[in-house]
């Protein structure tokens, strides 16, 4: 399948924990440069959501903007079907999912409804295995 890079987010190492639209993100092995969340955990390094995962939330009435998942890359085709170990390509950054995205009490700040509604469907983790490059806004997603 094939898709584009829809946003992109940073979430930032300060009290607020703002979360910033990026043109362009730097990554390594280690995740997203500059993101809070760099050199954490390779293995959750990075998370892609679907802009259908908002579609849902807005066929049961919830409107969330883009980003308040908690995603990195938001996409225009549904990955949540990849399985750990399956590569998905950005641009021209390779990436392994490792994990589907758990549902935090966060999004129930959001809305109640919404960690039951999204719990297949809110992202997918994936380590970086290219070792370094970008990701840019209209990247093609290859999987």
Do not use: W
């Amino acid at each position: 399948m094939q898709g584009k890079v829809l946003k992109l987010f940073l979430t930032l190492d300060n009290p607020q924990k703002d979360r910033i639209s990026k043109n362009k993100i730097e990554v390594d092995e280690h995740g997203i440069l500059n993101d809070k969340f760099y050199a954490k955990d390779s293995q959750r390094a990075i998370l892609i959501s679907s802009i259908e995962s908002y579609s849902i939330a807005k066929e049961s009435d919830i409107s969330i903007e883009e980003g308040a998942l908690g995603e990195n890359i938001l996409i225009d085709i549904n990955p949540y079907g990849l399985l750990p170990g399956e590569k998905i390509q950005i641009g021209d950054i390779v990436l392994e999912i490792t994990q589907n995205c758990t549902i935090c009490k966060g999004l129930s700040q959001v809305d109640k409804k919404l960690p039951l509604l999204l719990k297949n469907d809110r992202g997918i983790f994936a380590k970086v295995v290219s070792t370094k490059g970008s990701i840019a806004l209209e990247d093609a997603v290859v999987f």
